[in-house]
């Protein structure tokens, strides 16, 4: 009987195992997340700095901008160059938000990423792997968006305060570092994705090109943070601490 015991345990372990990594793998419950808002330009300008004199605004608990989302592929075609449309991706995103615009399908999102990359190459002479500031210049002068700024040294307070005036954020990131498992293993060596919000529990609502399951894509905030590089040829791990705020 012992015996018996004692191999059904060694028969159940095995099983017991599998069963608990398929149920921690799980993906995590939907968090509900606040009401989308539209873009609001005169909050967009109340949170400048304020005077020396003028005590900070507190922050709302909760903010999630109504950023169209588009992933990077909107055909699902993952060659060239949409395996390298991240920035662009996030650029239209960030731009239809501040201009009032919706992306309409894939159709759309593709036809304006294309269009993105031209003028990329005519300014910059190619479009892969674009830094913090030449993806604001493209948001500049391409979209002629007026209010866009590169920031150094995010921090999740900093972020938040953007969101609350209104702006979008879009983080430069090394990739593999954030462990989204949507993305083609092991990840994009570079990324780009926009944060469009917060949870009262302080997490970053985003929405990820890197996955067509991106869209209000959640991500704790320390993730985030230790994952901000911009790009700088290659050792991306190196990389400067820079946000590019957009409104």
């Known amino acids: 009987m012992r015996r018996l015991r004692i191999t059904l345990i060694l028969i159940a372990l095995p099983l ?17 997340l606040p009401p989308a808002q539209s873009y609001n330009s005169t909050a967009s300008s109340q949170t400048q700095s304020p005077a020396p004199s003028e005590p900070e605004t507190a922050l709302p608990a909760e903010v999630n901008l109504a950023i169209p989302f ?4 909107p055909h699902q075609n993952w060659d060239l160059p949409y395996q390298q449309f991240c920035e662009e991706a996030s650029v239209l995103m ?3 938000f501040v201009k009032g615009e919706n992306i309409l399908g894939p159709d759309d ?5 294309l269009a993105i990359k031209d003028f990329e190459e005519k300014k910059f002479g190619y479009y892969e792997d674009t830094t913090a500031e030449e993806t604001a210049v493209i948001l500049r002068e391409n979209f002629e968006l007026a209010n ?8 999740s307070e900093k972020i938040k305060k953007a969101l609350a005036g209104s702006k979008a954020v879009i983080l430069p990131l090394a990739g593999r570092e954030i462990g989204n498992p949507n993305y083609r293993q092991p990840g994009p060596l570079y990324h780009m994705l926009v944060v469009k919000g917060y949870t009262k529990n302080g997490n970053l609502i985003t929405n990820d090109p890197g996955t067509r399951k991106g869209a209000d894509y959640v991500y704790k905030p320390d993730v985030l943070l230790n994952a901000i590089h911009d790009w700088n040829g290659g050792n991306v791990d190196a990389g400067k601490k820079v946000m590019i705020i957009v409104g």
Do not use: C, N, R, W
Request: net charge positive.
């Open 16 to 32: 017991l195992t599998g069963i608990f990594f398929a149920v921690s793998k799980k993906k995590p419950e939907t968090i509900p």
């Open 70 to 73: 588009t992933s990077q592929a």
């Open 94 to 96: 960030a731009a239809s």
């Open 109 to 113: 999102s593709d036809k304006k990423m």
């Open 148 to 155: 866009v700024e590169v920031v150094f040294d995010p921090t």
